[in-house]
T-cell receptor, first 114, second 115 residues
Framework: KAGVTQTPRYLIKTRGQQVTLSCSPI?????VSWYQQTPGQGLQFLFE???????NKGNFPGRFSGRQFSNSRSEMNVSTLELGDSALYLC?????????????FGPGTRLTVL | AQTVTQSQPEMSVQEAETVTLSCTYD???????LFWYKQPPSRQMILVIR??????QNATENRFSVNFQKAAKSFSLKISDSQLGDAAMYFC????????????FGDGTTLTVKP
């Protein structure tokens, strides 16, 4: 079974631009969560989608948004990029939205904002 | 809000020896899950072990075991017979029953294994 895939793996943008990251969960998984990982802030939860609905949201500004499609693939969008948005963005999928569902992480997208 | 604290930014262990990584958390909830994840230099996060708060028995997965002290809100990871492949950053994480899609992570502990 294929694991969680994230595209692109690396991305370089400039301040003010916008970016869209994609996450394809493991086949059959319906929950997708997004995390931002930085050296200073560690791993921070962005949001979770389950069956195309946002179930949870972290403390990030409205520039960060996401969506989930009917095939459970998810996209994350960041508008008006700032230098501080440079980070590794991880997505994780699980079979259900319940706690018992193990989260499987993708390799991440490394975003650099210049 | 829940918080997770890993007080050891870096740890090192000799190959074949045992090492314990510390984790404490703060929560007002009585039922939750705790996890240890491993993130090798390749950056793919992997689940190492999971503990359900309502289970008193400590979880074990081969060379990995936990010491779960619910009253003390402590959740340490013991790695026995350390191997070079164990070198990685280890994250302790908390997941709430009521907010299941969100994991709260500690800052991580970088483990070095010396040959």
């Amino acid at each position: 079974k294929a694991g969680v895939t994230q595209t692109p793996r690396y991305l370089i943008k400039t301040r003010g631009q916008q970016v869209t990251l994609s996450c394809s969960p493991i086949s059959g998984h319906r929950s997708v969560s997004w995390y931002q990982q930085t050296p200073g802030q560690g791993l921070q939860f962005l949001f979770e989608y389950f069956s195309e609905t946002q179930r949870n949201k972290g403390n990030f500004p409205g520039r960060f948004s996401g969506r989930q499609f009917s095939n459970s693939r998810s996209e994350m969008n960041v508008s008006t990029l700032e230098l501080g948005d440079s980070a590794l963005y991880l997505c994780a999928s699980s079979l259900t939205s319940g706690v018992a569902g193990e989260q499987f992480f993708g390799p991440g997208t490394r975003l650099t904002v210049l | 809000a829940q918080t997770v604290t890993q007080s050891q930014p870096e740890m090192s262990v000799q190959e074949a020896e045992t090492v314990t990584l510390s984790c404490t958390y703060d929560t007002s909830e009585s039922d939750y899950y705790l996890f240890w994840y491993k993130q090798p230099p390749s950056r793919q996060m992997i689940l190492v072990i999971r503990q359900e708060a309502y289970k008193q028995q400590n979880a074990t997965e081969n060379r990995f075991s936990v010491n779960f002290q619910k009253a003390a809100k402590s959740f340490s990871l013991k790695i026995s017979d350390s191997q070079l492949g164990d070198a990685a950053m280890y994250f302790c994480a908390y997941r709430s029953i009521t907010n299941a899609g969100k994991s709260t992570f500690g800052d991580g502990t970088t483990l070095t294994v010396k040959p």
